[in-house]
C-alpha cells in the first residue's frame, strides 16, 4: 500500500489546531473564574484575564516553541510575598540589594538578590506532606558569578528542622536530594530560568507533614543571583505563576467543552475516528482524562485516555453491556509529545500512539448517546480530578479509519 493510501480519503468534520491557531473554535466553552500566566511567543510571563484561554509556548534550544492550549487544575501559591524579597518581609542577617533589569514579564523594575548570609521567610503549609516548590532565578553579573541559586527549605522553622537545602543549577544538571525531589529546570531567552521540584516531607518533624512555620532560606552567602517569583502548592507538582503580595492566590481550573449542536453538527454516533496531539505535564491524584466524549446527563464515558496515578495511561470505551473497557497505552513521559489515534465502530477498535498500534479489538462496542466533548476533564470528583495538559490539537473524523491509516496519523 502506497502512503498516500495511508491518509483518510476525506477530511475530519472537526479539525482543532491550538498550537497553530493560537484561537479556540467559536463552538468552544471556556471559562476559568480567576486571571491565569503562561509564556507567550515572545518567551514573556504574560497574565490572561479570567476566562480568557491561555496558549502556552517553551523555549527549547534557542527557540520558542507553540504547545497549544493550557488546561489546569485549581492551585494556590502559598508563600505570601512571591516577587517582594525586601528586608520588610524577609528576616534573617543577609544584606538585601536590588537592580533594576527586565524581570520575567519583560517589564522594568526592581529584582532583588541577597549577599552575606540568609534572608528568610516563613509560610504555613500545616499538615501536608508533599509540596511543590518553584521559583524564577536569573545569573547577576558581577556578583559571585555562581551558575545557580542555593535555597535552604525548612519544614519546621527551628534549627533542627531543615528539610535540604540545594544548589539549583542553571544548566539543568539537578539530581533527586533526599527530600528534594523531580527537580526541573525551564530556561527564558531573556537569561531568566524557572525552576521547580517536589518537597518531601521528614517523619521525625511534626508528625511527618510541613508546619504553620515552614521556610525559604535564600542562601546568599553561596550565590547572590536574582530571585523572584516564589511559589508554594499543595500538590507534587508545580503549575503556572501565581503571583501574591500579602496573601496567599489562588487560580481556578480550566473548563473547556463542546457540548449541544456544536457537538452533533461534526460527531457520528455510530463510528469514528479521533487524533490527539499533546503534551502531559504531571501525575494526577488518580484517573483524569485527557479528553472525554461522553453523555452529560448521565455521566457515563464512552471515549476518554485516561493517566491513572501510577503513571500508565489508558483508552476507556463503553461497551454494548454498558460496562466501560480499558486498553493499556504505556507509561506516560511527562513533558513529551504524545500523538494518539483511535478508531473504532461498533465491532472493532484499533488504537496507536506516536506511530505504533497498542492495541486491535474485535468486540461490540456503542459510541451513541454521547452530546460533549471535554478537554482535560477536571469536574471534581471528590477532588481526585488534578491534572495539567497541554492540547496543540484534537481531529475527528466521522468513520472508521483503517488500521494503517490510524498508525500513519501518529508519525
Given at each position: 500500500m502506497s502512503i498516500s493510501q495511508n491518509f483518510p480519503e476525506e477530511g475530519p468534520t472537526l479539525n482543532l489546531n491550538f498550537a497553530g491557531s493560537?484561537?479556540?473554535?467559536?463552538?468552544?466553552?471556556?471559562?476559568?473564574?480567576?486571571?491565569?500566566?503562561?509564556?507567550?511567543?515572545?518567551?514573556l510571563i504574560v497574565t490572561a484575564p479570567a476566562d480568557a484561554p491561555r496558549f502556552d509556548h517553551r523555549y527549547v534550544n534557542g527557540e520558542i516553541e507553540s504547545l497549544g492550549l493550557l488546561v489546569e487544575e485549581e492551585r494556590s501559591n502559598l508563600f505570601t510575598r512571591s516577587e517582594e524579597i525586601t528586608t520588610a518581609y524577609f528576616g534573617g542577617g543577609g544584606t538585601?540589594?536590588?537592580?533594576?533589569?527586565?524581570?520575567?514579564?519583560?517589564?522594568?523594575?526592581?529584582?532583588?538578590?541577597?549577599?552575606?548570609?540568609?534572608?528568610?521567610?516563613?509560610?504555613?503549609?500545616?499538615?501536608?506532606?508533599?509540596?511543590?516548590?518553584?521559583?524564577?532565578?536569573?545569573?547577576?553579573?558581577?556578583?559571585?558569578?555562581?551558575?545557580?541559586?542555593?535555597?535552604?527549605?525548612?519544614?519546621?522553622?527551628?534549627?533542627?528542622?531543615?528539610?535540604?537545602?540545594?544548589?539549583?543549577?542553571?544548566?539543568?544538571?539537578?539530581?533527586?536530594?533526599?527530600?528534594?525531589?523531580?527537580?526541573?529546570?525551564?530556561?527564558?531567552?531573556?537569561?531568566?530560568?524557572?525552576?521547580?521540584c517536589r518537597l518531601v516531607a521528614r517523619s521525625d518533624y511534626n508528625g511527618g507533614t510541613f508546619s504553620t512555620t515552614s521556610?525559604?532560606?535564600?542562601?546568599?552567602?553561596?550565590?547572590?543571583?536574582?530571585?523572584?517569583?516564589?511559589?508554594?502548592?499543595?500538590?507534587?507538582?508545580?503549575?503556572?505563576?501565581?503571583?501574591?503580595?500579602?496573601?496567599t492566590a489562588t487560580r481556578n481550573p480550566d473548563n473547556v467543552s463542546m457540548t449541544g449542536d456544536n457537538f452533533?453538527?461534526?460527531?457520528?454516533?455510530?463510528?469514528?475516528?479521533?487524533?490527539?496531539?499533546?503534551?502531559?505535564?504531571?501525575?494526577?491524584?488518580?484517573?483524569?482524562?485527557?479528553?472525554?466524549?461522553?453523555?452529560?446527563?448521565?455521566?457515563?464515558?464512552?471515549?476518554?485516555?485516561?493517566?491513572?496515578?501510577?503513571?500508565?495511561m489508558y483508552m476507556r470505551v463503553r461497551k454494548t453491556n454498558e460496562t466501560t473497557q480499558t486498553y493499556g497505552l504505556?507509561?506516560?513521559?511527562?513533558?513529551?509529545?504524545?500523538?494518539?489515534?483511535?478508531?473504532?465502530?461498533?465491532?472493532?477498535?484499533?488504537?496507536?500512539?506516536?506511530?505504533?498500534?497498542?492495541?486491535?479489538?474485535?468486540d461490540s462496542f456503542i459510541l451513541s448517546s454521547s452530546d460533549t466533548l471535554i478537554f482535560t476533564d477536571l469536574r471534581d470528583l471528590g477532588g481526585a480530578r488534578k491534572f495539567t495538559t497541554r492540547h496543540t490539537g484534537l481531529s475527528y473524523y466521522p468513520t472508521r479509519l483503517t488500521n494503517a491509516q490510524l498508525q500513519t496519523l501518529t508519525k
Open positions: 493560537k484561537t479556540l473554535d467559536p463552538r468552544i466553552t471556556f471559562s476559568r473564574t480567576t486571571t491565569g500566566t503562561y509564556m507567550d511567543a515572545n518567551g538585601i540589594g536590588t537592580d533594576t533589569i527586565l524581570n520575567p514579564y519583560g517589564i522594568s523594575s526592581s529584582v532583588s538578590y541577597v549577599t552575606t548570609s540568609e534572608r528568610v521567610r516563613l509560610f504555613n503549609a500545616d499538615g501536608y506532606s508533599t509540596l511543590a516548590f518553584s521559583f524564577f532565578s536569573k545569573k547577576r553579573f558581577g556578583g559571585l558569578e555562581r551558575d545557580y541559586a542555593y535555597i535552604e527549605i525548612f519544614q519546621v522553622a527551628v534549627g533542627g528542622g531543615s528539610l535540604q537545602a540545594y544548589y539549583f543549577n542553571y544548566d539543568g544538571n539537578n539530581s533527586d536530594g533526599t527530600y528534594v525531589k523531580d527537580v526541573k529546570t525551564e530556561q527564558y531567552p531573556n537569561g531568566w530560568y524557572r525552576f521547580s521556610r525559604v532560606d535564600i542562601e546568599g552567602g553561596y550565590s547572590d543571583n536574582y530571585v523572584w517569583g516564589i511559589q508554594v502548592e499543595a500538590a507534587s507538582f508545580a503549575t503556572s505563576y501565581m503571583p501574591t503580595s500579602g496573601s452533533s453538527d461534526w460527531y457520528n454516533q455510530s463510528e469514528g475516528s479521533i487524533l490527539w496531539r499533546g503534551t502531559i505535564d504531571s501525575l494526577p491524584i488518580s484517573g483524569s482524562r485527557i479528553f472525554q466524549i461522553y453523555n452529560s446527563s448521565t455521566d457515563t464515558g464512552k471515549m476518554a485516555i485516561s493517566v491513572e496515578n501510577n503513571g500508565l504505556g507509561t506516560v513521559s511527562y513533558g513529551s509529545e504524545y500523538k494518539i489515534s483511535l478508531g473504532v465502530d461498533g465491532s472493532s477498535l484499533c488504537l496507536a500512539v506516536n506511530d505504533e498500534i497498542k492495541t486491535t479489538i474485535s
